[in-house]
């Protein structure tokens, strides 16, 4: 009987217990009205990073137009939009107001991109935490999930 109430113990302390943060996203900057901005200074708000090596990229525009599909689902939410080019800056043509990080480069490399991809997108929940990344283009029902999620589990937690 005893080993059995020191297990149901652990359980229900390990399941009360608060969660780790599993991947701080690195703070990175870009511009904003007036002065730049960093990651750091939007938390409270989930950031959709699309970092290819220039706005030509094939699977960046595909990913553009994906997320285009949903960007008025996600006015409520107040998502930011980030663009990190390695090699060549430029505008990004769409309706969502992207903004253009400063050093997309660095950006790359803060969050793990190895050299032989072309292509990556991170979804940043309004915790700070890396909730999904991945060096495919993923569909708007998978983006809208994520950060739905990550709403529902900030909340569920008091985060």
């Known amino acids: 009987?005893?080993?059995?109430?020191?297990?149901?113990?652990?359980?229900?302390?390990?399941?009360?217990?608060?969660?780790?943060?599993?991947?701080?996203?690195?703070?990175?900057?870009?511009?904003?009205?007036?002065?730049?901005?960093s990651l750091k200074g939007v938390r409270g708000q989930p950031v959709v990073i699309v970092i290819a090596k220039s706005p030509k990229n094939g699977d960046f525009k595909?990913?553009?137009?994906v997320l285009k599909e949903i960007y008025q689902?996600?006015?409520?939410?107040?998502?930011?939009?980030?663009?990190?080019?390695?090699?060549?800056?430029?505008?990004?043509?769409?309706?969502?107001p992207f903004v253009v990080a400063n050093n997309g480069a660095a950006v790359a490399s803060a969050y793990g991109m190895p050299e032989k991809d072309k292509f990556n997108i991170v979804i940043i929940g309004k915790d700070g935490n890396v909730d999904y990344q991945t060096s495919k283009?993923?569909?708007?029902?998978r983006v809208r999930d994520v950060i739905q999620n990550s709403y529902a589990v900030q909340s569920n937690t008091g985060r």
């Open 1 to 37: 009987m005893r080993p059995l109430l020191l297990a149901l113990t652990l359980v229900c302390t390990l399941a009360t217990a608060p969660a780790a943060v599993l991947r701080l996203a690195p703070d990175f900057t870009f511009p904003g009205i007036g002065k730049n901005q």
């Open 73 to 96: 689902q996600f006015a409520n939410k107040q998502v930011i939009f980030v663009a990190a080019f390695i090699e060549d800056s430029g505008p990004v043509k769409s309706d969502i």
């Open 137 to 141: 283009v993923i569909g708007a029902e």
């Open 62 to 65: 595909k990913q553009v137009k």
